[in-house]
Structure formats: structure tokens, C-alpha cells
């Protein structure tokens, strides 16, 4: 294990604090906000403060935090303040670029459709337009604005809830739903950096909602222990249902592989090692069940 270095956040400086909090909570969903101010002047900024928070009511939260920089805050919030309705248009990788410019700090009245390139498309129910080329653009009317402090960078929160959805048919799968691998999301980072959702980088971890796993707690002290399993391995093998019986461990006994472990003369350490190395093994192959066996057996005597 590393050590572990602990900060006090009331001794280090705001542009250290955002630094270390920007890139350890990451990857964060951007909201890409359209707003309006009572004169008609349109504003569009993204922000990476915010999520969703509630499906029932349908809610958004996204914070326009006051500028470290001198305090100030920003034309999004202002807006908000006067004309409670948003529109929350979520980015792909396509637009990226343009949802970056967006983010440069224009003066009050410019309007960011048009510096960014984007299209504007009348929403059905808010003030603010859609960003046409967003793969999801959510009309929102504002419910709540929440200030955590007057001092640089004091987030603002922002309740957005959700009263009219729009897809772009091109993310949809053949029964009309998102398809994760379509929508091409992309996330912030700190400083720089963004990360894009690609196939490749897709996996799922099954949920353990209908289900009761055993518990890592119920592994073998030597696999809670191991060198050799990690703890996404542990964590697979605990939200298994049930112990291996002892027809299982009768039945590993004779596979060719556990022979060989046994037969060669390994002291007892090298032998968990070698069966932990097997196990793993067996949990990249999805083979969970025997995974979890070959922790119960034990080096012969």
C-alpha cells in the first residue's frame, strides 16, 4: 500500500484547492446551459458542476461557481435569476471544441450560438433554444437557486428540473432508447483535460439490486489477503450468491491444473499464490464460480 498524504482544505490556497479537487472528482458530465435575461439577450456556457439528482421529479443541478479570479459571477447565473427557465444540452465529442469556445468569457449581451458556431432551435415549453447538435437538449424551468458563500469560487446550485426531453435519432437504438455506445459522450477533467466515452472503454458492472452477495467478508482470510487478487476481483467474487458446496471443491480437486499446482512441491505460500493466480485467471474468463472454489481449497499436506 501507498502512503497516503492528508491536506487541510482551510490552509491550502483556492487555485491549489480547485486544482487537486478538479482532477481527483473526475470525469465529470459537462452541462452545456442556454440561458435568457429579461431583455432577450441569450447566453451559452458550459459548466462541469453538475448532474443528475432526481428522477421523480425529473432534476438537474448545475452550479455556476463565483470566478477566483476577482469574484465576480457569471452571466448564466444572472440570467437564471431573471428568467428562471434553461435549457441543459449535453455534449459529444463532436462538439467539443466548439462547447470549449463557448466557455471564453465574451461580454454581456454576446450571444455564444453565435461565436461557437452552433445552431439555435426553439425549445417547446422554456425561453432559451436548444443547441441543435446536441444528442440531448433538456428544457428545464429553474426551481431553486442556491448560494454556498460569497467568496471566490462559492458555487452556486442551481435546481433544474426537467419538463421536455429531445433525443437526436442518430444515438437511439432499434427500440428507441439511448444507446451508450452512440452518444459518443465526452466528460471534464482537471485543468485541460477531458475524457471521451468510447466503445472500447465501456464496461459494465452488474448492479446487486435483486440479489444478495455473499460479501467479500465471506472469502477465505488468504484471498481477503492475497497479493494476487485485486479488489475489483474480491468485489466480483463477493456479489456471488452462495458458497461453493462441497461437490464443487471434490470436483477441482482432479482438474489437471489444481494437480499441477499441488504436484510441485511448492511451500504452502506458493501455493496460495499459484491457486490465486488460477482464480484470477478464471475471473477474467467470467468462470466466477470456479473462481470462488479454488479459494476454498487448500496446499495438500
Not at 30 to 45: P, R, Y
Request: hydrophobic share 40%.
Amino acid at each position: 500500500m501507498s502512503s497516503i498524504r492528508s491536506l487541510d482544505p482551510a490552509a491550502m490556497s483556492i487555485a491549489d484547492l480547485q486544482f487537486c479537487l478538479q482532477h481527483g472528482i473526475a470525469p465529470r458530465p459537462i452541462c452545456f446551459v442556454s440561458t435568457i435575461n429579461k431583455e432577450g439577450q441569450i447566453n451559452l456556457s458550459p459548466f462541469s458542476f453538475f448532474n443528475l439528482f432526481s428522477t421523480n421529479p425529473p432534476v438537474c443541478i448545475f452550479s455556476p461557481a463565483r470566478r477566483v479570479r476577482d469574484n465576480t459571477t457569471k452571466h448564466s447565473l444572472e440570467n437564471v435569476l431573471e428568467v428562471p427557465e434553461a435549457v441543459i444540452n449535453i455534449v459529444s465529442y463532436s462538439m467539443v471544441q466548439q462547447t470549449s469556445l463557448s466557455s471564453t468569457e465574451y461580454p454581456k449581451g454576446v450571444n455564444e450560438f453565435e461565436k461557437a458556431g452552433f445552431t439555435m432551435e426553439s425549445a417547446d415549453l422554456v425561453r432559451p433554444p436548444r443547441v441543435l447538435e446536441s444528442p440531448m437538449q433538456l428544457e428545464c424551468k429553474i426551481t431553486e437557486i442556491k448560494p454556498l458563500g460569497t467568496g471566490p469560487g462559492a458555487g452556486n446550485l442551481v435546481f433544474a428540473e426537467i419538463i421536455r426531453i429531445h433525443l437526436r435519432e442518430e444515438v437511439l437504438n432499434d427500440q428507441g432508447q439511448i444507446d451508450q455506445a452512440k452518444i459518443d459522450l465526452v466528460a471534464r477533467l482537471g485543468a485541460n483535460w477531458y475524457l471521451r466515452v468510447t466503445p472500447e472503454n465501456l464496461f459494465e458492472v452488474e448492479k446487486p439490486l435483486r440479489t444478495m452477495g455473499i460479501g467479500v467478508d465471506q472469502l477465505p482470510k488468504s484471498a481477503q489477503l492475497s497479493e494476487i487478487l485485486t479488489g475489483n476481483d474480491l468485489g466480483r467474487l463477493g456479489n456471488m450468491q452462495q458458497l461453493p458446496t462441497q461437490k464443487q471443491l471434490a470436483e477441482l480437486k482432479f482438474l489437471p491444473e489444481i494437480i499441477a499446482i499441488f504436484n510441485a512441491g511448492l511451500n504452502d505460500v506458493q501455493c496460495y499464490k499459484a491457486l490465486h493466480l488460477y482464480a484470477q485467471k478464471c475471473i477474467q474468463e467470467n468462470k466466477l464460480e470456479k473462481a470462488l472454489a479454488v479459494l476454498w481449497l487448500r496446499p495438500p499436506k
